[in-house]
């Protein structure tokens, strides 16, 4: 059992350009996440869905766009990366939805905009 | 919203001695307090959690304890080791139809040899 995949490892994008983020989890939780960590800030909630086929915001989620078409996969897409984009991104799954549950998180996505 | 700060920013400890990072949290309503430490090059992992019906809670050198009236929880590690060394994060479930989890900024811990 692989948990929760993040793909790439990490990226160089030029500002403007459109990026997708994959997520993959095949422990069949129910609810995925999109944080981005950065320094003295922690861990920001961009994105959640609860359950396939719906999503909701997060604390962040200007310039960023989610969809969960189906239990495993959530991308994290980025329509025109501007440089205050460049993170660490993680994804996260838990089996309840909204509430006292273990978080799983990847690996996560060094992402870096010029 | 809810608002979670997290202190000290940076922590050094010597091997064997005790490690304490605190939180406070801003709505009285969030009943649920995770900690999840994250090392080098990895994502955080659950390491202990308590709810707002109990305030102590240990699992073997780890402890958390939870005080509603002033709103702080805080971790503890007892007998540190190098492989303590890590960031640590503390989070709150604030309760209702919304809920998420709110981050606090995260303490680095280094346990010295």
């Known amino acids: 059992i692989a948990g929760i995949t993040q793909a790439p490892t990490s990226q160089i994008l030029a500002a403007g350009r459109r990026m997708t983020l994959r997520c993959t989890q095949d422990m069949r939780h129910n609810a995925m996440y999109w944080y981005r960590q950065d320094l003295g800030l922690g861990l920001r909630l961009i994105h959640y869905?609860?359950?396939?086929?719906?999503?909701g915001k997060g604390e962040v989620p200007d310039g960023y766009s989610v969809s969960r078409a189906n239990t495993d996969d959530f991308p994290l897409t980025l329509a025109s990366a501007v440089p205050s984009q460049t993170s660490v991104y993680f994804c996260?799954?838990?089996?309840?939805?909204?509430?006292?549950?273990?978080?799983?998180f990847g690996p996560g996505t060094r992402l870096t905009v010029l | 919203g809810e608002n979670v700060e997290q202190h000290p920013s940076t922590l050094s400890v010597q091997e064997g001695d005790s490690a304490v990072i605190k939180c406070t949290y801003s709505d009285s309503a969030s009943n649920y307090f995770p900690w999840y430490k994250q090392e080098l090059g990895k994502g955080p992992q659950l390491i202990i959690d308590?709810?707002?019906?109990?305030g102590e809670k240990k699992d073997q050198r780890i402890a958390v304890t939870l005080n509603k009236t002033a709103k702080h929880f805080s971790l503890h590690i007892t007998e540190t080791q190098p492989e303590d060394s890590a960031v640590y994060f503390c989070?709150?479930?604030?309760?209702?139809?919304?809920?998420?989890?709110?981050f606090g900024s995260g303490t680095q811990l280094t346990v010295l040899p």
């Open positions: 869905s609860n359950t396939a086929g719906t999503t």
């Open positions: 989070a709150a479930l604030l309760s209702g139809s919304a809920r998420q989890l709110t």
């Open positions: 308590i709810r707002s019906n109990v």
């Open positions: 996260a799954s838990s089996v309840l939805a909204g509430g006292p549950d273990t978080q799983y």
